[in-house]
């Protein structure tokens, strides 16, 4: 499954770098993009799983960037 959400407080290209590196390596995940000039992440993840993935992705957003803020 493949989905985009948009992204609210993502400050700097490095940062969306680093969490487009970091999302990539979460078991389940297929690819995933994080655009910092569209504010919009990608992922495209099992299906089966993609609810528990999504909650990874946050999280792990999260930790490279606080204040950012994923509007699922």
Do not use: H
């Not at 000039?37 to 993609?50: G, N, P, S, Y």
């Not at 999280?59 to 606080?66: D, G, L, S």
């Amino acid at each position: 499954m493949k989905k985009r959400y948009s992204l609210t407080d993502l400050d700097c290209a490095n940062c969306a770098a680093k969490m487009e590196a970091a999302i990539k390596k979460i078991p389940g995940v297929n690819d995933a993009t994080v655009s910092f000039m569209a504010q919009k992440l990608t992922v495209d993840a099992d299906d089966e799983r993609f609810e528990a993935i999504m909650d990874e992705v946050v999280r792990t957003i999260q930790k490279v960037e606080p204040d950012c803020v994923v509007n699922r």
